[in-house]
């Protein structure tokens, strides 16, 4: 469940970073920063609002994990193939998408470690998504964060 407390450790910032998280772990038990993760974004987004948090999260995944046009399409319909399976907020979203039906279903079953893998897009939104505690919020936010990946890299309806 906590996946973002799971890291590859491939530079000095992460390593650090990952010294800094294991130590206050070791301290203060996961489920407290665990806990303390989910708040951080729920203060996030009360504080920034639901459009700003959404447009930093993107904005990370963006500069950080999607290096191509390939990542980005691929990164997109893996989220519409999952989002075609949920609630009605992610049903309207797919609906909405400008990707047909068939463009998206089956996406999951071709992903490659570039989106999928440890330090993919995929992971990433996951640990974003992860931090919230609203079910709701959570697909509400993950389904902005995946449109504002488009907007970036001019997939589906921005094309």
Same mark, same amino acid.
């Given at each position: %469940? +906590?996946?973002? *407390?799971?890291?590859?450790?491939?530079?000095?910032?992460?390593? +650090? #970073?990952? =010294?800094?998280? /294991?130590?206050?772990?070791?301290?203060?038990? !996961?489920?407290?920063?665990?806990?303390?993760?989910?708040?951080?974004? @729920?203060? #996030?987004?009360?504080? @920034? $609002?639901?459009?700003?948090?959404?447009? *930093?999260?993107?904005?990370? !995944?963006?500069?950080?994990? !999607?290096?191509?046009?390939?990542?980005?399409?691929? +990164?997109? *319909?893996?989220? *519409? =193939?999952?989002?075609?399976?949920?609630? /009605?907020?992610?049903?309207?979203?797919?609906?909405?998408?400008?990707?047909?039906?068939?463009?998206?279903?089956?996406?999951?079953?071709?992903?490659?470690?570039?989106? =999928? $893998?440890? /330090?993919?897009?995929? &992971?990433? !939104? #996951?640990? &974003?998504?992860?931090?919230?505690?609203? %079910? =709701?919020?959570?697909?509400?936010?993950?389904?902005?964060?995946? /449109?504002?990946? %488009? &907007?970036?890299?001019?997939?589906?309806?921005?094309?």
């Amino acid at each position: %469940m +906590f996946n973002f *407390l799971k890291r590859k450790k491939n530079n000095d910032v992460s390593s +650090f #970073l990952s =010294d800094l998280v /294991d130590e206050r772990i070791s301290k203060e038990g !996961i489920e407290t920063v665990a806990a303390r993760a989910n708040e951080y974004t @729920d203060n #996030l987004i009360e504080r @920034d $609002g639901f459009e700003e948090t959404a447009s *930093l999260y993107a904005a990370m !995944i963006n500069k950080n994990k !999607i290096h191509s046009h390939k990542v980005a399409l691929q +990164f997109v *319909l893996e989220e *519409l =193939d999952a989002a075609r399976q949920g609630n /009605d907020t992610a049903i309207n979203f797919v609906n909405n998408s400008g990707f047909e039906e068939n463009e998206y279903v089956g996406a999951m079953a071709n992903s490659f470690e570039e989106v =999928d $893998g440890s /330090d993919g897009p995929q &992971q990433m !939104i #996951l640990s &974003q998504i992860m931090s919230v505690s609203s %079910m =709701d919020t959570k697909v509400k936010l993950r389904v902005t964060i995946v /449109d504002k990946v %488009m &907007q970036e890299w001019k997939l589906g309806k921005y094309s």
